[in-house]
């Protein structure tokens, strides 16, 4: 089935994803009553996506090369199921031209572009050249096919420093390193490289300068059909990045005057057109705030991520043009048609450390709750209290999505939603996210792609302690729920009324390294705190509790308290006043991280594959010379010695699993 050929009405799809893009694309189908087919591998047999799907087949093993990736049993049960189409998502097979064309052979759409144009802007190369003949302008740089390493070191010396290593068909920071100095090319090169053949099954790279002012990521959505049309809907910020990944995106993109707006829309319907678009796609391009120009980086010719924004200050429904389009339809509207209404932000819930530079994690949900959806709050995800982030794939829960008339009243909603999105279980990346949409600079849209780097010193303030009537509120309520299913307990307001007693208890808590020696007594309606032997706050509290979860409320001093503790094992997650402040019931063992890789004395803080190993028993080693690599959510980590030494053992073969906390490598002195 060519592009562009009229097909009749979908009736069945099948999604070749998972998670939430996999959820996203369902709940457009079923208003749409066209029945889904989902596909899961072991790790994803529960997942909210095989629910939510009209029928679910299993694909492989938890590995995504073993299943999301393999081609074969798609097209297997694509014959079984009788799907008409598939909607690839994003990641995976999206923006792989062999699976488009695998697709068409066999008389099946794929709800995309056509392969000749996934295949043309998936090569950085082909697509720069295209775009220069189409009138749109690139960055310096060479884009050219000889990748011999002494060649490309020579490109680079012309092109100047600092310049950028790009994974020719590479995406979300995947094969990218940064080069500062000519003495560091090779060894970046070597290590692009690496990253972008375990990720694309490609190893060929473009070499780009980066420009020493401080850029902005601004894209484009554009839309086009069979039958000619293409159209631009809102552009989108998405500057603030870790790992050259996004965190978090605006629509529209703030301070653009009415002409960039209208400039840059039509520089992207141009490259849509340049290579025959059909479906939904991004141009991105580096905004130049110095000069005002835009220079074309990329195009993804798929889904992305942070479509929602667009959706949100436009009306539209992306998925649902999608799937018109594949079914041959025109496009409903002309370019005039398309108002912008509003501001929208989308955050990404990680499953991450911020502060062991944003280390993707794994592990289970314990406790999740979320704001309440509504027409100015989105939530897309597919993560349940009790499902696990797994190891296997990308670590992101959630997108929280806001809308609102302007952008700094959809800044302080989002703030809001934050403060309500609680998880338990692994680290998130919440702290950070409410840090930065209250950072001043980030509140006057001074933002660029070295924003987190620039402002690192602020965004990254330490974990707020509990107020002294917030700690006296959450001890009381954690007392009052261990002694509430006890009637023999003396810990009881009945028991102190009758005796008429001052008993006191104690309770034994840390709030990091701090020691907590709180004592509690009890007289009339009232209890009176101390911690650490400090003056004592009165406080009232009523408490109602429900599985792991205590709700404690009163006054101190006429003061409203509210309280949320989240029993975790040995750790107590208390949401106060819009934060969230871990205290322990034991003494906490911590892993200080002192590397990129978090590790301390060869013990991992994270799970992940080992990727390589690079040294073997025996050999000596300086502080920082690289022993492994782990590859960690799809990312590579260079694990280094912490110190000088003989390697006396190394725990794991390559592609042995690490768990958190095993040790990777032993040193003697």
């Known amino acids: ?37 989902a596909v899961f591998s072991d790790a994803d047999r529960h997942s909210l996506h095989v629910k939510m799907a009209d029928e679910a087949h299993y694909i ?8 999301y990736l393999r081609q074969d049993k798609l097209m297997d049960i694509i014959k079984k199921t009788g799907a ?22 066999q008389g099946v759409e794929f709800i995309g572009p056509p392969a000749s144009a996934i295949a043309e802007m998936g090569s950085k190369s082909a697509s720069k050249r295209i775009m220069i003949d189409a ?4 960055i310096p740089g060479y884009h050219g096919d000889n990748q011999d390493e002494a060649y490309l070191k020579e490109q680079a010396d012309q092109v100047g420093y600092p310049i950028i290593i790009k994974a020719v068909s590479g995406g979300g920071g995947k094969g990218m390193r940064m080069v500062f100095d000519d003495k560091d090319f090779m060894a970046a090169l070597r290590s692009a490289k690496e990253e972008s053949i375990k990720a694309f099954n490609d190893d060929r790279v473009i070499l780009e300068r980066f420009f020493d002012f401080q850029p902005r990521h601004v894209e484009v959505q554009v839309m086009a059909d069979s039958h000619g049309n293409a159209v631009y809907f809102s552009n989108r910020d998405c500057s603030v990045q870790r790992r050259y990944q996004k965190i978090i995106e605006e629509a529209p993109a703030p301070g653009l005057t009415q002409e960039e707006h209208r400039e840059i829309g039509e520089m992207a319907v141009r490259a849509a057109k340049a290579v025959g678009y059909k479906s939904a ?15 074309f980086m990329e195009m993804n010719t798929r889904l992305q991520v942070e479509h929602p924004i667009t959706e949100l200050v436009t009306g539209v429904d992306l998925v649902e043009l999608q799937l018109r389009v594949s079914q041959g339809e025109a496009l409903p509207f002309t370019q005039e048609d398309i108002n912008v209404n509003g501001h929208a932000f989308e955050a990404r819930v990680y499953a991450e450390d911020p502060d062991n530079n944003f280390m993707p994690g794994s592990g289970d949900v314990n406790y999740l709750s979320t704001p309440a959806e509504s027409e100015t709050v989105r939530i897309d995800t597919s993560i349940r209290q009790g499902d696990a982030v797994s190891v296997f794939y990308d670590p992101m829960i959630a997108k929280l999505v806001v809308w609102a008339p302007d952008r700094l009243s959809s800044l302080a909603l989002l703030h809001s939603k934050l403060q309500e999105y609680h998880v338990v279980g692994l680290s998130t990346n919440i702290k950070f996210l409410k840090d930065l949409a209250t950072h001043p600079n980030f509140e006057s849209a001074d933002v660029h792609t070295d924003f987190i780097k620039e402002h690192g010193d602020t965004l990254f303030p330490s974990p707020p302690s509990l107020s002294e009537e917030n700690l006296a509120l959450t001890a009381v309520s954690y007392l009052l729920s261990r002694t509430t299913a006890s009637s023999l307990s003396p810990w009881t307001k009945s028991m102190f009324s009758r005796l008429n007693l001052n008993h006191v208890e104690e309770l034994k808590l840390k709030d990091g390294d701090t020691d907590l020696d709180i004592k509690i007594r009890c007289a009339g309606s009232s209890y009176f705190v101390s911690v650490n032997s400090g003056s004592e706050v009165e406080v009232d509290v009523a408490i109602s509790a429900e599985d792991n979860v205590i709700y404690g409320s009163g006054n101190s001093a006429n003061k409203k308290l509210e309280c949320k503790i989240v029993q975790d094992g040995d750790n107590l997650h208390v949401f106060c006043d819009g934060s969230e402040t871990v205290l322990s019931r034991n003494v906490p063992k911590y892993l200080v991280a002192d590397d990129e890789a978090g590790l301390d004395d060869g013990v991992a803080s994270v799970e992940g594959l080992v990727q390589k190993i ?42 042995d699993r690490v768990s958190k906390g095993q040790l990777l490598y032993e040193l003697e002195e």
């Open 1 to 37: 089935m060519s592009h562009g050929q009229r097909i009749n009405k979908l009736s069945k799809i099948l999604i070749a994803n998972r998670g939430e893009i996999a959820c996203r694309v369902m709940k457009t189908a079923r208003k749409m009553n066209i029945k889904t087919v």
């Open 60 to 67: 492989g093993p938890s590995p995504a090369s073993e299943s």
């Open 84 to 105: 008409q189409a598939v909607h690839p998502g994003y990641g995976f097979l999206s923006e792989q031209a062999p699976f488009a064309e695998a697709l068409a052979a």
């Open 135 to 138: 009138g749109v302008s690139c």
């Open 281 to 295: 796609g991004t141009v991105e391009f580096i905004m130049d705030t110095v000069e005002r120009k835009f220079y």
């Open 614 to 655: 690079f040294a073997g028993i025996g050999d000596v080693v300086k502080a920082g010379d690289i022993i492994l690599q782990v590859n960690v959510m799809k990312m590579l980590f260079d694990i280094s010695a912490h110190k000088d030494g003989v390697i006396s053992s190394i725990c794991f073969n390559e592609g």
